[in-house]
């Protein structure tokens, strides 16, 4: 961070933050509360608004550090990226089932598509070329299932979303904008159900409660009363999606 250092970086530094963790501190000025984010590396980003009080910052990252510190091992403990070779008979999941790969020949019109349990995908010019095609055809569906999916969720938590996204999110699952957009990585459609349900009411509740706060965390578990459950699942098998790499 340049230029005069925030109170809230001070306020942070005086905790008792693991001597081996990198962590920085952002002011974004559309923020309205604490943001925590953990990079794939394990580095930890805390954003804060501008006014933050330094104190209320370093009450709520105390509050988390237990959860924080067990995120930070995860990541830094999970596997290396999934890596897809695009051949006949490669795995790929939707929605927590599992498609083999076909390459079938390109022509006109032809596109990605589950046909009779296979997922088929015309012959791509190279394999960055397929792996697009694929993680598009997850957009794609992903966007209808999800499209179909939302608005009973909004309806129970009582909010209205301005719009729903699928796309590539990084190293994010999710994410809630602050106009009100809804967004879900499209590599998350890769899992069960359930768990996709879970990172859907996990930011739509941020409609109503921004943070991970109590606030937060009750009303995530009023819609989901599994909600720890799912979340334990969806730590254990996040680390293993495939994100569009391919050789």
């Known amino acids: 961070m340049t230029g005069p250092v925030h109170p809230a970086q001070q306020a942070i530094a005086a905790l008792p933050l693991p001597d081996e963790w990198q962590w920085e501190l952002v002011v974004r000025p559309r923020r309205r509360t ?3 984010d953990v990079a794939p590396d394990g580095g930890v980003r805390f954003a804060v608004p501008p006014d933050a009080d330094p104190r209320a910052v370093a009450d709520a990252v105390r509050a988390r550090l ?6 930070v091992r995860r990541r830094r403990e999970r596997p ?5 070779e695009l051949v006949d008979g490669t795995g790929f999941a939707y929605l927590g089932r599992r498609h083999r790969l076909r390459i079938v020949p390109a022509g006109e ?3 990605v598509r589950l046909n009779q349990g296979w997922l088929e995908l015309p012959q791509p010019p190279h394999r960055r070329a397929g792996g697009v095609a694929v993680a598009e055809w997850y957009r794609t569906c992903g966007s209808r299932w ?3 999916r939302a608005p009973s969720y909004a309806g129970v938590i009582g909010v209205s979303p301005k719009a729903l996204e699928v796309r590539d999110l990084g190293s994010r699952w999710g994410a809630c904008a602050p106009d009100g957009t809804i967004t879900v990585h499209w590599a998350v459609l890769q899992l069960p159900a ?12 941020h409609l109503r409660a921004p943070g991970h706060g109590v606030t937060f965390r009750g009303l995530v578990r ?3 009363p599994d909600a720890d459950e799912r ?3 969806f730590a254990e098998q996040e680390p293993h999606l495939w994100r569009g790499a391919v050789k």
């Open 34 to 36: 604490l943001g925590i």
């Open 80 to 84: 290396a990226e999934q890596v897809k």
């Open 222 to 224: 009023r819609i989901l």
């Open 194 to 205: 359930a768990l996709v349900d879970f990172v859907l009411v996990h930011e739509l509740c």
């Open 231 to 233: 979340e334990r699942r």
């Open 146 to 148: 999800l499209a179909v």
């Open 109 to 111: 019109g032809r596109r």
């Open 66 to 71: 237990p959860r924080l510190a067990d995120e």
